[in-house]
């Protein structure tokens, strides 16, 4: 594999941006059509985007870097590793049931609550499980990246997601949820059953290269019988590591030949390791997790997290707002960010650093490696998020949805389709990607009758289109953790997105004439 791939394919994907706002005029739409002319992106700008990428987005790219720095510390604790080595033992026989109720719940977890950024928090976590069961980065990138995308395709309560749908087209939030459902199910099952032909087929593969060679070697026979003892016993004992190292099962494998460490902590021997502190730890930050994402007002109309918040900031001791002051600006459950989960990993990361006596300087040394090994997907997010600045500083996409939409005289879910793969291709946020058509989506479509269908073709467009577009954020994130080329991931991906098109479009006609 190219070194860099993912860095040089996002940066194709910049300049033909840039390409574009000199092709198409500029439009935006506030509360009708504004046509800007042309606003061409210059040399400069392509230096300055970054940094305002930098200065709107940068806490994403931090958060990506304190979870790697996270994982760091974690490398420095045994009990990490013991916990992990005991957790693929208890999977041994079961890995194929294991590796689907992980895609299974990464696909709820955003569906539900919208954790498509959150989950990144255990990401290393599940990639490190899915290559010490033996599968290769592939699986992995399958399992993480494939399940979120269907989540999000199937997006239920998960209000972070799609929550600016209905408040751009009025509709309920709650508007065909039987059909989202559905496609969240049968999305699942495509997902699953190609991972599983690709490590058949994978497997199946590697079997055949062994075969090959060691025929190969079989065939190969000594230039002289003369040889002494010495030398060939040492040229059999090198033919049979070679050997063991074709026929072995590698759990980082790939062309990169990269060390296992990369990905998984160090194997730990001799003293016994505790791991019951660090599965609570851990368990507790999932909990919070999900019960910070749920939006519990927004989709359920809960609001019993936000009094209690109030609550508890406002509480007095003698007139001071003692927790008020300690704890300073605090979110309720239902309303968190992705600062939040920086806070929250920082100070767990410091009690386990507690619990295992991990040394000051050490913590930070292994916190300070983790982010270095972050640093790539943490660019590719300030590279993504520079691309959105491009098409919202010079927005020319307007101008291709009209034409599209324009094709047709009233409401057609086809061209809709194609102009919501559109504007997800062309801004990373499902906010942003929403809120660039569906306003003027409405000023020309004005049967209310039409926007829950519309609402469903949208979300599925997003999930779709992120599972292959060069400018999805936890795609080219993975690839580029993973060090997996993106031309790779096509070529396996492609049968997938394909069953997964002919899907949407039947539940899309059968939707249309209902």
């Not at 974690?74 to 033992?89: F, H």
């Not at 025929?215 to 010495?230: C, D, N, V």
């Not at 400018?471 to 993975?478: A, E, F």
């Amino acid at each position: 594999m190219k070194k860099h791939n993912t860095f040089k394919v996002v940066l194709i994907v910049l300049l033909v941006m840039m390409l574009l706002t000199w092709i198409f005029p500029a439009a935006y739409f506030s509360g009708s059509y504004i046509d800007e002319g042309r606003v061409q992106m210059g040399l400069f700008d392509l230096f300055e985007y970054p940094l305002t990428s930098i200065s709107y987005f940068g806490y994403l790219a931090a958060f990506v870097l304190v979870v790697g720095g996270f994982y760091g510390v974690l490398s420095k604790i045994g009990a990490y590793r013991t916990m992990l080595d005991k957790l693929v033992a208890k999977f041994k026989g079961k890995e194929v049931v294991v590796l689907s109720i992980m895609m299974v719940l990464i696909a709820l977890l955003t569906s539900i609550c919208g954790l498509q950024i959150g989950l990144v928090i255990f990401y290393p976590m599940i990639v490190s499980l899915i290559l010490l069961m033996g599968y290769d980065k592939i699986v992995a990138a399958l399992a993480v990246v494939g399940s979120t995308m269907i989540g999000m395709l199937g997006t239920t309560f998960g209000y972070n997601n799609t929550g600016i749908i209905p408040s751009i087209l009025g509709n309920e939030f709650t508007d065909n949820m039987l059909v989202k459902c559905i496609l969240l199910f049968l999305g699942m099952v495509l997902l699953i059953l190609n991972t599983i032909l690709y490590i058949r087929k994978t497997k199946v593969n590697n079997k055949d290269k062994n075969v090959k060679k060691v025929t190969a070697k079989e065939e190969k026979k000594p230039a002289k019988a003369t040889k002494s003892s010495k030398t060939t016993k040492a040229k059999s004992s090198k033919d049979t590591k070679a050997a063991t190292k074709e026929e072995q099962v590698v759990v980082v494998t790939g062309e990169e030949n990269e060390e296992e460490d990369s990905y998984v902590p160090a194997a730990v021997s001799g003293e016994k390791h505790v791991v019951w502190p660090l599965a609570v730890i851990l368990s507790i930050i999932f909990v919070i997790l999900v019960l910070a994402f749920i939006s519990w007002s927004g989709a359920f109309g809960i609001t019993a997290f936000d009094e209690a918040t109030t609550a508890v900031t406002g509480f007095e001791v003698f007139g001071f707002t003692l927790f008020g002051k300690l704890l300073g600006t605090v979110n309720a459950f239902g309303s968190w960010s992705v600062m939040d989960l920086i806070v929250l990993l920082m100070v767990f990361m410091l009690i386990l650093a507690l619990i295992y006596k991990v040394k000051f300087n050490d913590l930070i040394d292994s916190f300070v490696k983790g982010a270095k090994r972050a640093l790539g997907p943490a660019v590719i997010v300030v590279l993504l998020y520079t691309i959105l600045v491009v098409t919202t500083y010079h927005p020319f996409q307007l101008v291709i949805y009209k034409a599209i939409l324009g094709i047709t005289d009233g409401f057609n879910v086809f061209t809709t389709f194609i102009v919501g793969i559109l504007s997800a291709f062309f801004n990373v946020d499902p906010a942003y990607a929403f809120q660039s058509s569906l306003p003027y989506l409405a000023s020309i479509f004005t049967n209310a009758d039409n926007y829950p269908l519309v609402a469903v073709v949208y979300q599925a467009a997003y999930g779709l289109t992120m599972l292959v577009a060069p400018t999805s954020l936890v795609l080219m994130g993975m690839l580029s953790y993973l060090k997996v080329s993106y031309g790779k991931w096509f070529k396996t991906i492609w049968k997938l997105l394909l069953e997964l098109l002919v899907l949407l479009l039947i539940v899309f006609i059968i939707l249309t004439v209902i």
